[in-house]
């Protein structure tokens, strides 16, 4: 199509669009050039700012590395990752659900680690912490045989990937669930912290007043033929910014009492002074069994990250 006017382009684009032997992708294609060209319309999108949204796109790319996605740390800023999870569980998004975001710091590999046993594998700081949870399916039965993956951070707010001080694969561990769906592990109490903010995503931060800080939460990713594979994390109930989460991640049914126990006996006797305790169960939906491309593949080298914390506006 020879261009007579602005309209034209969208058109044109979509004309060509078309022509897709996959259903699917001309669907999805289709919408985000209509969309895309619409937003143009509505801002009136001068040439600088476009070339400016070229750069800061381009340099998504350029910092997502092994040990750091930065494309992924985007999109949840944006809300979109936190979107498109709850779209897509809980009944299409009609019902609560226990999913959550996968984030950008899941790895694969993780050591496979005896129910009741302990995901600290180096020397690491914290006030203990022993969780049980429980893995059912929507008919609330267990669900036995799932592997489950967790991780967190560090009492400092570092993944193991990002700190090199850590052990590799520190605070992280994979567990079978037995006849009952049930695990059980010991590790650290995990802080919140902040995202990075070098890239682009501290500069969007910024422009909108915002913080950079995610409440402290455990991971938990369950895997079991037969089902939808579940990513999904576990908030602390004490943390300052549940009500503010960077990463907008918090949902009601993922906001967990973390119990301080003072003055009562811990359950291993190695343990003298105050420790946590954690219990949370999992509802998991059928389908396929699938595993996503990791984020990240390895461990950042050099010095531990600067902690960069932004304050919020207003």
């Known amino acids: 199509m020879i261009i007579t006017r602005q309209q034209d382009v969208t058109d044109a684009v979509l004309d060509e669009l078309a022509r897709a032997p996959d ?3 001309r669907e999805i294609m289709s919408a985000a050039v209509r969309h895309l060209h619409n937003f143009a319309r509505e801002v009136k999108l001068t040439e600088a700012e476009f070339h400016q949204a070229c750069r800061q796109i381009a340099k998504l790319g350029q910092m997502t590395t092994e040990s750091h996605n930065e494309v992924v740390l985007a999109a949840g800023s944006l809300g979109l990752s936190s979107l498109v999870c709850l779209l897509n ?15 950008p710091f899941w790895r694969m590999g993780s050591p496979p680690t005896e129910n009741d046993g302990s995901i600290v594998r180096g020397p690491t700081t914290g006030e203990p912490i022993f969780v049980d949870a429980w893995i059912q399916d929507h008919q609330g039965h267990p669900v036995a045989g799932a592997a489950v993956d967790v991780w967190h951070t560090s009492a400092e707010g570092f993944y193991e990937n990002q700190d090199p001080g850590q052990e590799n694969m520190n ?23 902040p995202i990075p903010v070098s890239g682009p995503v501290g500069e969007l931060l910024r422009a909108q007043g915002r913080h950079n800080m995610r409440p402290a939460h455990i991971h938990f990713m369950i895997y079991k033929e037969g089902y939808k594979t579940q990513f999904s994390q576990v908030y602390s109930s004490d943390d300052p910014n549940l009500d503010t989460d960077v990463q907008f991640g918090v949902t009601r049914a993922l906001v967990g009492e973390y119990v301080r126990h003072e003055s009562q006996p811990a359950p291993t006797a190695d343990i ?4 946590y305790s954690l219990e949370c169960r999992f509802t998991i939906e059928p389908g ?27």
């Open 23 to 25: 259903e699917r992708f």
């Open 89 to 103: 569980n809980g009944d299409d998004g009609q019902t609560d659900t226990t999913a959550n975001l996968m984030g």
């Open 171 to 193: 605070l992280r561990g994979k567990f079978t669930t037995d006849q009952n769906g049930h695990i059980a592990f010991r590790s650290v109490k995990p802080a919140g912290y």
């Open 288 to 314: 396929q069994a699938s595993l996503p491309q990791p984020p990240i593949t390895g461990k950042a080298e050099g010095p531990r990250p600067e902690r960069v914390v932004l304050e919020r506006a207003g």
């Open 272 to 275: 003298q002074g105050p420790w």
